[in-house]
C-alpha cells in the first residue's frame, strides 16, 4: 500500500476559459511554484496534455518527485459530471465533453480530482480564508459570470453531479428585460457579470435623457461608441464621480443585492465572502451597494459579506482543498 502520509505535495488547477493557472503547492496551502498559460483549446484532450506537462514542469522545477504528489485537483466551471471527471458542453470551453481527471491520474498515476471552481472555492475558503470554523457560509463570484459554493451545516453543498447553486441564473427581474448567455430571460448573471454589464449599461443609456448621457465621463471613457463599452469603462468612470456612471453602479448593485438576498434566503449563511474579477478590481464600487441594499430583499439575518482575502487565489486553494477532502473519503 502506498503511504500517503509521505506525500506531502498537490498540484491544484484553476481551470477558466482563457488561462488555465497551475500551482504547486505544500497540501497546507504554502505554494511553492506557479504558472499560467493560455487553454490549449487545439483538442478537447489537448487540456489533459497541458495539465500533465504543467504539473511535471513544476515538479521539475522545484525538485518535487511526481511521485510524491498526494494529488491533482482541478477547479473548473461545469456543467460537469464530478464523479466521472467529466464536463459536458462547458460554458467557457469549445467542446461538448472533456475528460480530466481519468487521461491525468492515468498518465501521472496521481489521484486526480474535479471540483466546480466556486464549490471549491467555498471549500477553499473553508480550510485556507475567512470561512474556517464556519459551519454555515457561502462564497459568491462576480466575474465573467456569477455563482457560488454554499456549506450549510458543514456540508458542502454539490448537488447530484456537482452543479449545484447555478445562482447566477436566479431570476431577478421578472419582465426580463435581458437575454442571459442561457438564453433564458431576467437572469441575475444577464445584469451584473462582467461579461453582460455593458448589455445592461447600453439599455439603460437608451432610457437615461440624452443630453445627460452626451455629457458623462462614461462616453468619454468609451470616445461616443457605446457598442465598444466595457465594464472597466464603467467602473473607470465611476471612479471618477462620473455622476451617470455612479448612478448605474449603483443600480447593478441594487440588482446585485437581489441576488444575495436570494442566496441569503436561501442558505443562510453567516458569512458571505465574494470573488471574481469585477469584484476584486472594485471592491468600493460593488459590495457597499449590496450592504446597503440587501435587508430590503432578504428575510433572514444579514450575514457579514466581504471580499475573499484568498483573492484571484481562491480557485486554486479550492483545487487544493478538494485533494485533501476526497483523498481521504
Ligand atoms: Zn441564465
Same mark, same amino acid.
Given at each position: 500500500?502506498?503511504? =500517503? ?18 500551482? =504547486? ?22 487540456? +489533459? ?9 513544476? +515538479? ?73 470554523? =464556519? ?12 455563482? +457560488? ?30 437575454? *442571459?448567455? +442561457? ?8 445584469? *451584473? ?24 465621463? /462614461? ?6 461608441? $457605446? ?20 448612478? /448605474? ?5 441594487? =440588482?446585485?443585492? $437581489? ?13 458571505? &465572502?465574494?470573488?471574481?474579477?469585477? &469584484? /476584486? ?8 451597494? $449590496? ?14 459579506? &466581504? ?8 480557485? $486554486? ?6 485533494? /485533501? ?5
Amino acid at each position: 500500500m502506498i503511504d =500517503l502520509v509521505e506525500k506531502k505535495f498537490v498540484v491544484a488547477v484553476d481551470l477558466g476559459g482563457t488561462w488555465i493557472r497551475v500551482v =504547486l503547492s505544500e497540501e497546507y496551502g504554502h505554494f511553492i511554484g506557479r504558472i499560467n498559460e493560455k487553454v490549449d483549446v487545439s483538442s478537447s484532450k489537448a487540456i +489533459c496534455r497541458q495539465i500533465v506537462r504543467l504539473a511535471r514542469y513544476l +515538479c521539475k522545477k522545484h525538485h518535487v518527485d511526481v511521485t510524491n504528489l498526494r494529488g491533482i485537483g482541478i477547479a473548473s466551471a461545469g456543467p460537469m459530471v464530478q464523479k466521472e471527471g467529466l464536463l459536458i458542453n462547458p460554458t467557457n470551453l469549445p467542446f461538448d465533453r472533456v475528460a480530466l481527471t481519468k487521461p491525468v491520474a492515468e498518465e501521472l498515476d496521481i489521484p486526480t480530482f474535479l471540483i466546480n471552481d466556486c464549490a471549491g472555492a467555498a471549500l477553499g475558503e473553508k480550510m485556507f480564508g475567512a470561512a474556517k470554523g =464556519l459551519d454555515n457560509y457561502v462564497y459568491v463570484t462576480i466575474g465573467t459570470g456569477i455563482g +457560488c459554493g454554499a456549506i450549510v451545516n458543514g456540508t458542502l453543498l454539490l448537488g447530484k453531479d456537482g452543479n449545484g447553486h447555478e445562482v447566477g441564473h436566479f431570476t431577478i427581474d421578472y419582465q426580463g428585460r435581458l437575454m *442571459c448567455g +442561457c438564453g433564458k430571460w431576467g437572469h441575475w448573471e444577464a445584469y *451584473c457579470s462582467g461579461k453582460n454589464i455593458p448589455n445592461f449599461v447600453r439599455m439603460r443609456l437608451k432610457e437615461i435623457d440624452e443630453k445627460i448621457v452626451e455629457e458623462s465621463r /462614461l462616453m468619454k471613457e468609451v470616445k461616443g461608441d $457605446i457598442s465598444s463599452l466595457d465594464a472597466v469603462d464603467l467602473f473607470a468612470a465611476a471612479k471618477e464621480r462620473d455622476r451617470l456612471s455612479l448612478q /448605474l453602479v449603483n443600480e447593478i448593485g441594487v =440588482l446585485n443585492a $437581489i441576488g444575495f438576498a436570494n442566496v441569503i434566503n436561501a442558505y443562510d449563511p453567516s458569512l458571505i &465572502t465574494v470573488g471574481g474579477t469585477v &469584484t /476584486l478590481k472594485n471592491k468600493k464600487m460593488i459590495l457597499p451597494p $449590496i450592504r446597503k441594499h440587501v435587508k430590503d430583499y432578504a428575510v433572514n439575518r444579514i450575514p457579514k459579506i &466581504t471580499a475573499t482575502p484568498l483573492g484571484e487565489d481562491v480557485g $486554486i486553494y479550492g483545487a487544493i482543498a478538494a485533494v /485533501l477532502r476526497y483523498i481521504q473519503e
